[in-house]
């Protein structure tokens, strides 16, 4: 070998061994995606969703457990979160518009920053309402028969995701009383087949998991979904479930509701903020760009599985994945609203369930 072929040799092998070109492997590893909300729950069934498809396509082919931290409707998780540091690229963390509105909203409990964190995955989802059967007897297709009834409804709290629903049942003039402290929407589930309420929500995820069954067995009728947006930003019907009526288009059909105006703006601002961004994984604190690429890239190469649409429609809806470029954009406009639909519904909170947030 000569001189110049060994010097040759020998840069090529500094290059391989430097640690900023060492390939990311997670062989033998355990990586722990933690979800802030109770086993029971749409984000429970989107992380178990992803989860064992994303270790068949990280490199190494590392066990991806999901792990729950339920507790303040998501804070208590997203706070611990915010402690984390980047140590070994096993830690994940989902969030969803739970964790989003107390932040959005300048919820005091708040500890933790978005922009702290390195989203490798975004996804879209929508949200189904439902009634009992003797309630659900009285819709049809507008609330003017349900404004005489007192409904129970178990709720996360006004500042998480329910609002979407309360704010909602409010602009079509029904009485919808939230019982608050449950850990997680598949809990209100369960006080709704147990009768203790008698409305309730679901994301996609976990009306497609547990209470679609309630509906074929005559124990739910379904009221309404919350839309999806078009392209021009218009809600349309959700592409999950194109058979059941929007909000939008039941509070047309309702006297006294309006899609115009100050709420119907707020409302709206706060859908968007929570439903077609609705789940964001993310890696902690101080994470290497080629370790964020990493997960990045094997959540691309999910969402391009041949079977992934088929898999999707069935668990988590059909709703698109945003990954890389894509999860920075929706994570921003999942994290912001205007100041006035945030001025309105902080007003209409102190207003409607005495919660100060100014």
């Given at each position: 070998?000569?001189?110049?072929?060994?010097?040759?040799?020998?840069?090529?092998?500094?290059?391989?061994?430097?640690?900023?070109?060492?390939?990311?492997?997670?062989?033998?590893?355990?990586?722990?995606?933690?979800?802030?909300?109770?086993?029971?729950?749409?984000?429970?069934?989107?992380?178990?969703?992803?989860?064992?498809?994303?270790?068949?396509?990280?490199?190494?082919?590392?066990?991806?457990?999901?792990?729950?931290?339920?507790?303040?409707?998501?804070?208590?998780?997203?706070?611990?979160?915010?402690?984390?540091?980047?140590?070994?690229?096993?830690?994940?963390?989902?969030?969803?518009?739970?964790?989003?509105?107390?932040?959005?909203?300048?919820?005091?409990?708040?500890?933790?920053?978005?922009?702290?964190?390195?989203?490798?995955?975004?996804?879209?989802?929508?949200?189904?309402?439902?009634?009992?059967?003797?309630d659900g007897a009285k819709f049809d297709g507008s609330a003017n028969a349900?404004?005489?009834?007192?409904?129970?409804?178990?709720?996360?709290?006004?500042?998480?995701?329910?609002?979407?629903?309360?704010?909602?049942?409010?602009?079509?003039?029904?009485?919808?009383?939230?019982?608050?402290?449950?850990?997680?929407?598949?809990?209100?589930?369960?006080?709704?087949?147990?009768?203790?309420?008698?409305?309730?929500?679901?994301?996609?995820?976990?009306?497609?998991?547990?209470?679609?069954?309630?509906?074929?067995?005559?124990?739910?009728?379904p009221m309404m979904t919350w839309g999806a947006l078009d392209t021009d930003?218009?809600?349309?019907?959700?592409?999950?479930?194109?058979?059941?009526?929007?909000?939008?288009?039941?509070?047309?059909?309702?006297?006294?509701?309006?899609?115009?105006?100050?709420?119907?703006?707020?409302?709206?601002?706060?859908?968007?903020?929570?439903?077609?961004?609705?789940?964001?994984?993310?890696?902690?604190?101080?994470?290497?760009?080629?370790?964020?690429?990493?997960?990045?890239?094997?959540?691309?190469?999910?969402?391009?599985?041949?079977?992934?649409?088929?898999?999707?429609?069935?668990?988590?809806?059909?709703?698109?994945?945003?990954?890389?470029?894509?999860?920075?954009?929706?994570?921003?406009?999942?994290?912001?609203?205007?100041?006035?639909?945030?001025?309105?519904?902080?007003?209409?909170?102190?207003?409607?369930?005495?919660?100060?947030?100014?």
């Amino acid at each position: 070998m000569t001189i110049k072929q060994l010097a040759t040799s020998v840069a090529a092998a500094a290059l391989l061994a430097s640690p900023a070109l060492a390939e990311v492997d997670f062989s033998g590893k355990t990586i722990e995606w933690v979800i802030p909300f109770s086993e029971t729950g749409g984000s429970a069934k989107w992380a178990n969703f992803f989860a064992p498809l994303l270790s068949q396509e990280l490199p190494g082919n590392p066990t991806v457990v999901v792990k729950f931290m339920p507790g303040a409707g998501s804070t208590k998780g997203a706070n611990w979160f915010q402690e984390q540091e980047y140590e070994d690229g096993t830690v994940l963390f989902g969030t969803s518009g739970s964790t989003q509105f107390p932040y959005l909203l300048g919820d005091p409990r708040v500890r933790y920053e978005y922009s702290d964190w390195t989203p490798v995955m975004a996804s879209g989802t929508g949200g189904v309402a439902y009634l009992n059967p003797t309630d659900g007897a009285k819709f049809d297709g507008s609330a003017n028969a349900l404004k005489d009834i007192d409904f129970i409804y178990g709720s996360q709290g006004a500042t998480r995701l329910d609002l979407v629903p309360l704010l909602a049942w409010e602009m079509l003039g029904m009485n919808v009383e939230p019982v608050f402290g449950i850990k997680g929407r598949g809990d209100g589930r369960l006080m709704f087949e147990r009768g203790e309420a008698t409305i309730d929500y679901q994301t996609s995820s976990a009306y497609l998991g547990a209470s679609a069954e309630l509906v074929t067995q005559g124990k739910a009728v379904p009221m309404m979904t919350w839309g999806a947006l078009d392209t021009d930003g218009n809600i349309v019907r959700d592409p999950t479930f194109p058979e059941i009526a929007t909000f939008k288009e039941v509070c047309e059909a309702t006297e006294g509701c309006e899609t115009s105006g100050e709420a119907w703006d707020a409302w709206k601002a706060f859908f968007v903020a929570g439903f077609p961004v609705q789940k964001i994984a993310f890696l902690p604190a101080g994470t290497p760009d080629d370790v964020a690429q990493t997960f990045s890239d094997a959540f691309d190469a999910v969402r391009k599985r041949d079977d992934f649409a088929t898999l999707a429609a069935k668990q988590v809806g059909k709703y698109e994945v945003f990954v890389g470029e894509g999860a920075l954009k929706a994570t921003k406009t999942g994290t912001t609203v205007s100041p006035e639909a945030k001025a309105y519904v902080q007003n209409w909170l102190q207003d409607s369930y005495g919660v100060s947030l100014k």
